[in-house]
């Protein structure tokens, strides 16, 4: 397998696809006109003369050609490149498999670059085929049909571009024929056209179409690999498959190891550290690559004089215009910054202050949120069994009444120890009974052992802040 | 042995900081192409209303003024409408919006207004060659070098650094998978991609046929140790395992 494969959404299958062909672009190519040269061969010698026609016997052999590249790409896909001989081998069977079908009854089928892997790759044929499209296509086959319309607009788009491209390198005299012919161009006028005009369009339209067919057939070999990724799990095969050996490799591994303990290993004496060394070192990554750069001097102006009244009017507007932007600046430094200028928050020594945080560890310490009489509130929780509330209760309001009256800086995320060590530093008094606190708290919350109504009772009753908060 | 080759794929992994790996789905020239087709809808739609106003307004400003605006309106559209858009914060044109696609750097990372600048400005370039007698591009040159390039850079976006990517895409109809009868600790320690299929098995089941569910669990009986439908409960509870009770 050398793409990888994992469920994809439809647009990302058709790059998988694009990216598949430009891997063997050149090959792909090759195969392509491979298997469209009988007919190109054999409608240069003889239709010469009606481009529309040569063009449009070349395009009805066109699916002969994507046969080749869908062959040579879904081998290529599982691994293995086919060779020369296994692709020739294969071109006679290309030109007459479901000759019917696929080249007169379905020749316009826009479901063309979708169902072809079902005949080729699958051989099904009749019902069973019908089937099996009717399935692949259950996913959707908006993608299907849009890349359709991508294929006829892009095969006439990319022409367009390669005669216009072939026109940039035109030599005058030539050039005026060419225009002078569109000009007047209708579609009974072939036979005045000159004839380099009329080569050059058939070989861009067959250009066009080799490139837009050999890379749609590669989109909708993505498309084809991707709903049968979907609808019948392949990634997770193949992943359960490697899973399998890994197992079975692991099993027979250690089986060996038993078996060839006593013998000594005699390959590792063969490298020593330093040759494995300086064998890594020798690798290109690890040359220095020195590149050095030359600024150019840029040389004084000069030959604006003639404009010099422009120059003026011009540096006016922009030395307004300067003026402006930094007005608009400042202004907005205000309105940014307008809290500094309160004047309510702003410290004793003028130091900016951060707010009190609202929430420590996801527990809402505002003091409006919680009661006047926390302890006797927390004991009414409790006596009723709400014993998680109660002691949450009394931690957020210890930690609350810390930050409002003991001026203990607590951040948002603040973790139980971070909490203990600031209040340990900031408020000495209160650091016993917050540690006691804490650790009851913490038992219960991450070891839902809950403390006895003992415990309980003398945290109410030693509640050492006051009564109500105190105003800041 | 696979391991060796190197496996194609339309993610690219770009490792950040620490170890961390993210994956950028590039997209390609088809969805890409459909975006540029909307955007000039739009561009071409408010340039002839905006042509229409001021040549009627142009009765009053006078001819001169007129067709000066609408010089400066064909100038602006036409070369600095994509850069206002994917220089701004969704890093999209309208176009690459409805598409679900969206402008960011090689590493990942946001474009900023010079690489919009650069890309959209070597627009020009990817345009040719121009069809004369219309004034339209025909990005012959851009998709040839999105085709030719291995991140589906046009060469506007190979002077910018910048690839084009799947920003949203539209989440897929799934089948909800059989509630899992009970869970079941795997034997063997699994790799994470191990772990990732074990998961995506029981996830997806709801969309393959029964036969096709126990073919799939046989390839892995060295884990279950059990053969068809047993092996498919079996890997189901591990599933469950690995993602309820781990």
Redesign the interface.
């Known amino acids: 397998?050398?793409?990888?494969l994992r469920?994809?959404?439809d647009?990302?299958a058709?790059?998988?696809g694009?990216?598949?062909v430009?891997?063997d672009f050149w090959r792909l190519c090759a195969c392509w006109w491979l298997g469209l040269s009988p007919m190109v061969i054999l409608s240069f010698v003889f239709l010469r003369e009606l481009p529309v026609l040569l063009v449009l016997a070349c395009w009805w052999w066109m699916p002969v050609g994507s046969r080749l590249v869908l062959f040579v790409l879904s081998r290529r896909l599982f691994?293995e490149l086919p060779d020369w001989k296994s692709v020739l081998r294969e071109w006679p069977r290309a030109c007459v498999r479901r000759f019917g079908f696929r080249m007169i009854w379905a020749r316009f089928s826009p479901w063309r670059p979708l169902t072809m892997a079902v005949e080729d790759l699958e051989r099904l044929r009749g019902k069973a085929y019908s089937a099996r499209v009717r399935l692949l296509l259950r996913r959707g086959d908006s993608t299907v049909v849009?890349?359709a319309m991508?294929r006829a607009a892009l095969t006439f788009?990319?022409a367009?571009?390669?005669v216009?491209?072939a026109?940039?390198f035109l030599p005058a005299g030539e050039a005026e024929k060419w225009s002078v012919s569109l000009d007047e161009w209708s579609s009974d006028s072939w036979s005045s056209m000159p004839p380099s005009l009329a080569m050059t369009g058939t070989l861009s339209f067959l250009l066009a179409m080799s490139l837009v067919d050999v890379?749609s057939t590669g989109?909708g070999f993505g498309i084809y690999v991707n709903h049968r990724t979907?609808?019948?799990?392949w990634?997770?095969?193949l992943?359960?498959?490697?899973?399998?050996n890994?197992?079975?490799g692991t099993?027979g591994a250690v089986l060996t190891a038993i078996l060839l303990v006593a013998a000594p290993s005699a390959a590792d004496a063969e490298t020593t550290p330093g040759d494995v060394i300086a064998e890594v070192k020798a690798d290109p990554d690890f040359t220095v690559h020195t590149e050095t750069y030359r600024v150019p001097n840029s040389s004084g102006g000069s030959g604006w004089s003639g404009s010099g009244e422009l120059l003026a009017t011009l540096g006016q507007l922009v030395f307004y215009l300067a003026i402006a932007a930094a007005i608009a600046f400042v202004v907005w430094m205000i309105w940014r910054f307008r809290h500094l200028f309160g004047g309510g928050r702003a410290g004793p020594a003028g130091r900016r202050v951060p707010p009190p945080p609202r929430v420590v560890m996801g527990m809402d310490v505002a003091p409006e949120s919680l009661p006047d009489d926390v302890p006797a509130k927390a004991l009414e929780l409790w006596g009723v069994g709400r014993r998680q509330e109660a002691m949450s209760l009394l931690y957020r309001g210890a930690i609350s009444r810390l930050i409002e009256s003991g001026g203990v800086e607590i951040a948002e995320s603040d973790t139980e120890s971070d909490c203990l060590r600031r209040v340990a530093a900031e408020a000495e008094p209160f650091a016993a009974y917050f540690s006691g606190l804490t650790e009851a708290w913490m038992r219960l919350a991450y070891g839902r052992s809950a403390p006895g109504d003992e415990r309980i009772r003398d945290l109410c009753a030693g509640w050492p802040f006051a009564l109500k908060g105190g105003p800041r | 042995m696979?391991d060796t080759?190197s496996?194609?794929?339309?993610?690219q992994a770009i490792e950040l900081a620490e170890g961390v790996e993210v994956r950028l789905?590039?997209?390609?020239?088809?969805?890409r192409?459909m975006a540029l087709g909307i955007d000039m809808l739009i561009q071409g739609v408010i340039l002839v209303v905006v042509t229409i106003v001021l040549a009627i307004s142009g009765i009053g400003l006078g001819w001169n003024v007129a067709s000066g605006l609408i010089m400066l309106a064909w100038f602006f559209m036409s070369w600095w409408f994509p850069v206002f858009f994917e220089a701004g914060k969704r890093g999209a044109t309208p176009g690459k919006r409805s598409m679900g696609l969206r402008v960011v750097q090689t590493s990942g990372a946001p474009i900023t207004f010079g690489q919009a600048v650069v890309r959209n400005f070597l627009r020009v370039v990817d345009g040719m060659?121009?069809?004369?007698w219309l004034p339209i591009p025909?990005?012959?040159f851009g998709?040839a070098a999105c085709?030719?390039t291995?991140r589906?850079q046009r060469l506007g976006d190979l002077a910018a650094g910048t690839v084009v990517i799947?920003d949203k895409?539209?989440a897929?109809p799934a089948v909800p998978a059989p509630p899992p009868m009970d869970a079941a600790r795997p034997l063997?320690v699994?790799?994470p991609?191990?772990v990732?299929?074990v998961v995506?098995?029981r996830e997806?089941?709801g969309?393959?046929s029964e036969g096709?569910r126990a073919?799939?669990?046989d390839?892995?009986?060295?884990?279950t140790g059990d053969h068809g439908a047993a092996g498919v409960s079996r890997i189901m509870a591990m599933a469950h395992w690995l993602q309820e009770k781990r």
């Open positions: 397998m050398t793409a990888e469920p994809r959404s647009w990302e058709v790059d998988l694009l990216a598949l430009r891997r691994g849009l890349l991508w788009w990319l367009l571009a390669a216009y491209t026109a940039m890379f989109a979907w609808i019948e799990g990634d997770v095969e992943a359960f498959r490697r899973l399998g890994r197992l079975r099993a | 696979e080759v496996r194609i794929d339309t993610l789905r590039i997209a390609g020239p088809l969805p192409g060659p121009m069809i004369p025909t990005m012959g998709l085709l030719a291995k589906f799947y895409v539209a897929e063997v699994l790799r991609e191990e990732q299929a995506a098995f997806r089941a969309l393959w096709r073919e799939i669990a390839h892995a009986r060295e884990l």
